[in-house]
């Protein structure tokens, strides 16, 4: 590919950073000599990328998106999710009228949207549930082995599920969601509403609560078909409560349900996580292939030309002024083929690889000078990446680039936004960037094709 030139006729006032300028006698006339000259806008796209995939089986957990399942997905892998997960406590209980004999029981509630499973719908699934005996630590990651964290002999409930409607009423069918729901033992709950009746400050912060209540581990049993997201997990204590009836001249007794017990940010979840990758994905990858999957699969670490982009700039404005307008890369993808439609991932992290894991851990957001993050475009089946001048401007800067200056980290992520809407229209910001963990995802990233930009202005000086 050659350099596009976009010559400007009229001399523009040049602004910004990164600016070379050339030494010139003390007597030139400057100003003649920058209305004379010519300013021409150049797009160099000759720089190409190299690049690998490597292993991401230990994911951060950040997220309170959970996965429970096991599928066999030809073209993809084997992938099989089980949760542990603690709960945020209500910091007020409903207790007039109420005592712990009045408890009858509480129920798990795990809600799951329409659509988010991969696999068979009607494949029917087992699961177990067993109270933790340990605190999970903190932080956790998706390898995590629950061995020695709860108890094998205590289990709690089972439940036996699919994601379909079929055969349900009308009702049922039209709704967005489904709920796969599971009685907890009545001890259980007569446990955790005395705890509050004795002591309201165990319910003052998760890790106090996790004191009294470490939480659950969701176990699959059986089943091979299906891997599903669960959107949100609730715990409901429900009771009676009796109170004195005015109008009626007697005590009456009401049941109730409350939703006190929830699987928020601020607690310690995990889905662990077994990922054995498909015979023919490998292949790619040893052929040379820059293949990304998730959950807990594949990133894709590549190397940023950054010298050999320097070295070109230089060289072409060493006898004028030159302005870094803009740089990016745009990187082509190859929808992988498989039984269940695995697609790309929505969303890409870039983070220069050093920085991945403490990216994660501190909760950082992209701010484009060392990480950035795309969305897939669908329709041109490319992940544009943009906003690296500052990037590229701190590089410039530097009298020697390392390995580490240019090395990044592609990986799938999920993103939260949020909209602020005003008089003169609406902003959307993004609030959180947590590693994927969902439904499986996978994609061949074009590295090789890849197309960085690199736009900036010249100034050509005639002495």
Do not use: W
């Given at each position: 590919?050659?350099?596009?030139?976009?010559?400007?006729?009229?001399a523009?006032?040049?602004?910004?950073?990164?600016?070379?300028?050339?030494?010139?006698?003390?007597?030139?006339?400057?100003?003649?000599?920058?209305?004379?000259?010519s300013?021409?806008?150049?797009?160099?796209?000759?720089?190409?990328?190299?690049?690998?995939?490597?292993?991401?089986?230990?994911?951060?957990?950040?997220?309170?998106?959970?996965?429970?399942?096991?599928?066999?997905?030809?073209?993809?892998?084997?992938?099989?999710?089980?949760?542990?997960?603690?709960?945020?406590?209500?910091?007020?209980?409903?207790?007039v009228?109420?005592?712990?004999?009045?408890?009858?029981s509480?129920?798990?509630?795990?809600?799951?949207?329409?659509?988010?499973?991969?696999?068979d719908?009607?494949a029917?699934?087992?699961?177990?549930?067993?109270?933790?005996?340990?605190?999970?630590?903190?932080?956790i990651?998706?390898?995590?082995?629950?061995?020695?964290?709860?108890?094998?002999?205590?289990?709690?409930?089972?439940?036996?599920?699919?994601?379909s409607?079929?055969?349900?009423?009308?009702?049922?069918?039209?709704?967005?969601?489904?709920m796969?729901?599971?009685?907890?033992?009545?001890?259980?709950?007569?446990?955790?509403?005395?705890?509050?009746?004795?002591?309201?400050?165990?319910?003052?912060?998760?890790?106090?609560?996790?004191?009294?209540?470490?939480?659950?581990?969701?176990?699959n049993?059986?089943?091979?078909g299906?891997?599903?997201?669960?959107?949100?997990?609730?715990?409901?204590?429900?009771?009676?409560?009796?109170?004195?009836?005015?109008?009626?001249?007697?005590?009456?007794?009401?049941?109730?349900?409350?939703?006190?017990?929830?699987?928020?940010?601020?607690?310690?979840?995990?889905?662990?996580?077994?990922?054995?990758?498909?015979?023919?994905?490998?292949?790619?990858?040893?052929q040379?292939?820059?293949?990304?999957?998730?959950?807990?699969?594949?990133?894709?670490?590549?190397?940023?030309?950054?010298?050999?982009?320097?070295?070109?700039?230089?060289?072409?404005?060493?006898?004028?002024l030159?302005v870094?307008?803009?740089?990016?890369?745009?990187?082509?993808?190859?929808?992988?083929?498989?039984?269940?439609?695995?697609?790309?991932?929505?969303?890409?992290?870039?983070?220069?690889?050093?920085?991945?894991?403490?990216?994660?851990?501190?909760?950082?957001?992209?701010?484009n000078?060392?990480s950035?993050?795309?969305?897939?475009?669908?329709?041109?089946?490319?992940?544009?990446?943009?906003?690296?001048?500052?990037?590229?401007?701190?590089?410039?800067?530097?009298?020697?680039?390392?390995?580490?200056?240019?090395?990044?980290?592609?990986?799938?992520i999920?993103?939260?936004?949020?909209?602020?809407s005003?008089?003169?229209?609406?902003?959307?910001?993004v609030?959180?960037?947590?590693?994927?963990?969902?439904?499986?995802?996978?994609?061949?990233?074009?590295?090789?094709?890849?197309?960085?930009?690199?736009?900036?202005?010249?100034?050509?000086?005639?002495?």
């Open positions: 590919m050659m350099n596009k030139y976009l010559t400007i006729l009229a523009a006032a040049m602004a910004g950073s990164a600016m070379l300028t050339p030494s010139c006698d003390d007597s030139s006339d400057i100003g003649n000599s920058i209305t004379q000259d300013v021409a806008i150049i797009v160099d796209t000759t720089f190409t990328l190299t690049g690998q995939s490597i292993s991401n089986h230990q994911v951060l957990s950040r997220s309170v998106t959970q996965m429970i399942g096991r599928v066999d997905a030809p073209g993809y892998g084997s992938i099989s999710s089980e949760i542990v997960t603690q709960f945020m406590p209500s910091n007020v209980l409903d207790t009228g109420v005592g712990v004999n009045d408890i009858d509480l129920r798990l509630v795990m809600m799951l949207n329409i659509g988010e499973y991969t696999g719908s009607v029917p699934m087992g699961l177990e549930i067993y109270p933790l005996t340990r605190q999970l630590p903190s932080p990651y998706s390898d995590f082995d629950p061995t020695g964290y709860y108890d094998g002999s205590k289990r709690y409930a089972s439940l036996i599920y699919n994601v409607a079929v055969g349900e009423p009308d009702s049922v069918k039209k709704l967005k969601y489904r796969l729901a599971v009685t907890l033992p009545r001890d259980l709950a007569k446990g955790l509403y005395s705890a509050y009746r004795s002591n309201p400050q165990t319910y003052s912060t998760p890790s106090d609560f996790a004191k009294v209540f470490p939480g659950l581990y969701i176990k049993t059986f089943g091979n299906r891997v599903t997201r669960i959107a949100s997990t609730t715990m409901h204590l429900y009771y009676h409560k009796t109170y004195y009836d005015e109008s009626k001249k007697k005590d009456t007794t009401v049941m109730r349900a409350g939703n006190y017990f929830a699987v928020t940010p601020e607690i310690v979840t995990n889905n662990n996580i077994k990922l054995e990758i498909a015979p023919e994905i490998n292949a790619r990858v040893a040379g292939q820059s293949v990304i999957m998730a959950p807990a699969g594949l990133d894709v670490q590549f190397r940023f030309p950054g010298n050999e982009m320097i070295e070109k700039y230089r060289a072409n404005v060493s006898k004028g030159g870094i307008n803009t740089v990016g890369i745009s990187i082509p993808v190859e929808e992988i083929a498989n039984k269940y439609s695995i697609k790309p991932p929505t969303y890409l992290l870039m983070t220069l690889t050093k920085d991945k894991d403490k990216f994660f851990l501190e909760s950082k957001i992209p701010d000078k060392t950035f993050y795309a969305t897939y475009n669908t329709t041109s089946g490319t992940y544009e990446f943009i906003g690296l001048r500052d990037y590229f401007l701190d590089l410039l800067k530097k009298d020697q680039i390392t390995d580490e200056d240019i090395t990044f980290t592609l990986t799938p999920s993103v939260t936004y949020e909209t602020n005003s008089y003169y229209g609406s902003t959307t910001t609030t959180g960037v947590v590693p994927y963990v969902a439904t499986p995802v996978m994609a061949r990233l074009m590295i090789e094709k890849s197309k960085i930009s690199l736009v900036y202005s010249k100034q050509t000086i005639n002495y």
